[in-house]
């Protein structure tokens, strides 16, 4: 997928030729796998970071076009929102000193990338979804301008046939039905590569497929998304849905999602996976180049299978059966897809670790998982684990009862993959090191998605959401500098977050998001009702489509409630005949010096903040008097509110 020779499947002779090489690569794997043309009894690993940049106030810095040709190394390449880019690494023996090399190159290619992003006032962060995401950034300008990224948006677009609809609940609730397909690029993983010899493959593919559940609950770091907290690993409803194509009808037909966690046990071999995905869902993409797999094999030589390749791309399985050539010899590979970025470099090295340890170190046992666990008992554990990650429950063979993920992971799960690492001769060192960091975070509860919520709700507890947010990414890209594993940091302070404007320098960081609304065919003494109940001055009116009226005010009422003839007419009259049609109102990116301008110039207690005709936030002379009030605090305690970058203690150095 990351080359440009792709064509869109639109036309019926595109449809057929793609069509027609894809079965034809298909027969050629078949025939590979029956002449044993594999390698075998060699492992190789490889590993792909995702990152984020962040500019000087925390947020997503649309850096990519700027950094990377500034990176001429072909290991970095582009990712499809431009606040983010991918490192590949190169593939590499899976014995000795393996794990501590994998750490010490992606120091130093991150290290490269800091570097450049910040000539360009932004920083690389390693985070799941960064937690000061907002809606503006996910919108199409900020998607990466290469075809490939085009191609796929129309495709995504064309198919689903409406704007992309999201529902995720956690501690709060996202929903939204205007998205679109770039929401996919808020999530950044760092994803892992096991190749396994053709014999191995159904059992190993059958065994990640039962280990993802305590890997991911024991890594989870991405529980917020545009303000909203969510699941422990909330890239997993994210990404299924943000590309899902299916409509209505398709989904009570029980069409299967592009993004899945599979279906069932593989039986037979890797051709069982291609087969199913080939019949459930429809060409997408195809190359732009012919192969005729099957004559470069008569002729002796090893089909790259193209069409596979790029198909195979276009399935987004957690655990993704991947074809490879290294050094001109065909091999078989699972990629886990499952792992976030971050939250330090040391932390994803002991994620891979335990993966890898765990799949080298299957018991002679598991062999047949498929035997002993039901797949959709593998499958609700996989889901539980994003869901709550340590807090998971989990059904495992051999027990009559559910086992709790910590207790799973630490009796059986890590001495499995400590046994694994040993198999493939890791260094001693390197073992107790990694795996010592997955028993620590899992006895503490410590994952980097438990740092951000605790960190978030501490600060929250005295300043605004918005301000909260910065300062946990702020404390994330500190704690990632000094490089210690999560489960030893402290809590993120408001100090970190910078200076005044990265907290309130935009009007979106201080509404008020918590609102209580009326309808404008609601009674007016209903409204004096809300407003006497919930001691609140403001009450935005909207009409049936949700879209902002006005704001109805005290005052208003008081000179409604003042005049002699209301006083005395028995009618009864709606909210609409008191709201002014003029309703003062800006967009969530307008300055807050700006809006507060406006808001002195037109004489204005409340401005309403609006995403074309629909009602975001609210800013009161309230939320003024709380940003003065944190202002001053911070002039009291001898902190500058234009820069406090430097109150922080953490070190910086490499990431």
């Given at each position: 997928m990351g080359s440009e020779k792709i064509v869109m499947v639109g036309t019926k002779a595109v449809r057929q030729r793609c069509m027609q090489q894809l079965l034809t690569d298909l027969k050629a794997l078949e025939l590979m796998l029956e002449r044993d043309l594999f390698e075998r009894d060699i492992q190789r690993i490889g590993a792909e970071q995702e990152l984020c940049f962040v500019d000087q106030s925390w947020r997503p810095a649309p850096v990519i076009t700027e950094v990377l040709p500034e990176l001429p190394d072909p290991h970095f390449t582009t990712e499809y929102a431009r606040f983010n880019m991918e490192i590949n690494l190169d593939p590499m023996l899976f014995s000795g000193d393996c794990l501590s090399q994998l750490e010490g190159k992606l120091r130093y290619y991150l290290g490269e990338a800091e570097a450049v992003a910040r000539k360009h006032n932004?920083?690389?962060?390693?985070?799941?979804?960064?937690?000061?995401?907002?809606?503006?950034?996910?919108?199409?300008?900020?998607?990466?301008?290469?075809?490939?990224?085009?191609?796929?948006?129309?495709?995504?677009?064309?198919?689903?046939?409406?704007?992309?609809?999201?529902?995720?609940?956690?501690?709060?609730?996202?929903?939204?039905?205007?998205?679109?397909?770039?929401?996919?690029?808020?999530?950044?993983?760092?994803?892992?590569?096991?190749?396994?010899?053709?014999?191995?493959?159904?059992?190993?593919?059958?065994?990640?497929?039962?280990?993802?559940?305590?890997?991911?609950?024991?890594?989870?770091?991405?529980?917020?998304?545009?303000?909203?907290?969510?699941?422990?690993?909330?890239?997993?409803?994210?990404?299924?849905?943000?590309v899902d194509t299916r409509n209505t009808a398709e989904l009570i037909r029980e069409r299967c999602p592009r993004v899945s966690f599979g279906t069932g046990w593989v039986q037979q071999s890797i051709l069982d996976i291609y087969r199913s995905q080939l019949a459930r869902h429809r060409l997408l993409l195809g190359p732009s180049t012919t192969e005729d797999a099957l004559k470069v094999l008569e002729g002796g030589g090893i089909p790259k299978l193209y069409a596979l390749n790029i198909f195979n791309g276009t399935i987004y399985k957690w655990n993704r059966a991947c074809y490879g050539i290294t050094d001109g010899k065909p091999h078989l590979r699972i990629e886990n897809r499952v792992l976030p970025a971050g939250p330090t470099i040391v932390d994803e090295v002991a994620n891979a670790a335990f993966w890898l340890g765990m799949m080298k170190g299957r018991p002679e046992e598991y062999d047949r998982i498929s035997e002993r666990l039901d797949f959709d008992h593998a499958k609700g554990n996989f889901l539980r684990a994003a869901h709550q990650g340590m807090g998971a429950h989990f059904r495992w063979p051999g027990l009559n009862k559910q086992i709790a993920s910590p207790e799973l992971i630490l009796k059986e799960m890590l001495p499995i993959a400590r046994e694994g690492l040993q198999k493939a001769r890791i260094e001693?060192?390197?073992?107790?090191?990694?795996?010592?960091?997955?028993?620590?975070?899992?006895?503490?509860?410590?994952?980097?998605?438990?740092?951000?919520?605790?960190?978030?709700?501490?600060?929250?507890?005295?300043?605004?959401?918005?301000?909260?947010?910065?300062?946990?990414?702020?404390?994330?890209?500190?704690r990632q500098q000094q490089g210690d594993p999560v489960h030893t940091w402290n809590l993120a302070g408001i100090e970190e977050a910078g200076s005044w404007a990265n907290r309130y320098g935009?009007?979106?960081?201080?509404?008020?998001?918590?609102?209580?609304?009326?309808?404008?065919?609601?009674?007016?003494?209903?409204?004096?009702?809300?407003?006497?109940?919930?001691?609140?001055?403001?009450?935005?009116?909207?009409?049936?489509?949700?879209?902002?009226?006005?704001?109805?005010?005290?005052?208003?009422?008081?000179?409604?409630?003042?005049?002699?003839?209301?006083?005395?007419?028995?009618?009864?009259?709606?909210?609409?005949?008191?709201?002014?049609?003029?309703?003062?109102?800006?967009?969530?990116?307008?300055?807050?010096?700006?809006?507060?301008?406006?808001?002195?110039?037109?004489?204005?207690?409340?401005?309403?903040?609006?995403?074309?005709?629909?009602?975001?936030?609210?800013?009161?002379?309230?939320?003024?008097?709380?940003?003065?009030?944190?202002?001053?605090?911070?002039?009291?305690?001898?902190?500058?509110?234009?820069?406090q970058a430097g109150a922080h203690s953490a070190k910086t150095g490499s990431v």
């Open positions: 932004a920083h690389v962060l390693l985070v799941g979804i960064l937690p000061t995401l907002r809606r503006s950034d996910v919108e199409l300008e900020n998607m990466t301008p290469l075809p490939r990224y085009r191609l796929i948006t129309e495709i995504m677009t064309k198919m689903r046939g409406s704007p992309f609809e999201f529902r995720i609940e956690g501690t709060d609730q996202l929903i939204t039905k205007d998205a679109n397909v770039l929401f996919e690029g808020s999530n950044t993983s760092f994803q892992v590569h096991y190749q396994v010899d053709p014999d191995d493959f159904v059992p190993a593919y059958n065994w990640a497929q039962a280990v993802t559940a305590p890997l991911m609950a024991s890594a989870t770091n991405s529980p917020m998304l545009v303000g909203k907290r969510l699941w422990r690993e909330t890239r997993i409803a994210l990404f299924q849905q943000s001693t060192a390197d073992i107790d090191r990694y795996l010592g960091i997955i028993q620590e975070r899992v006895e503490t509860g410590k994952t980097g998605s438990q740092w951000i919520l605790d960190s978030y709700q501490d600060l929250k507890k005295l300043h605004s959401k918005d301000e909260a947010q910065v300062a946990t990414v702020a404390g994330i890209y500190h935009m009007i979106d960081q201080i509404m008020s998001t918590d609102l209580f609304t009326v309808n404008e065919d609601d009674l007016v003494d209903f409204v004096a009702h809300i407003m006497e109940w919930r001691k609140i001055r403001h009450l935005p009116v909207e009409n049936d489509r949700g879209e902002l009226v006005g704001i109805l005010t005290a005052k208003d009422l008081v000179r409604y409630y003042s005049n002699r003839y209301c006083r005395e007419n028995k009618k009864k009259r709606s909210v609409k005949e008191l709201v002014s049609a003029r309703a003062f109102s800006v967009s969530p990116d307008t300055s807050t010096i700006e809006a507060l301008a406006l808001m002195r110039r037109a004489g204005l207690d409340c401005l309403a903040v609006v995403d074309g005709k629909h009602l975001m936030g609210i800013v009161t002379e309230h939320d003024f008097v709380m940003v003065a009030e944190q202002l001053l605090k911070e002039v009291g305690r001898g902190l500058s509110p234009i820069d």
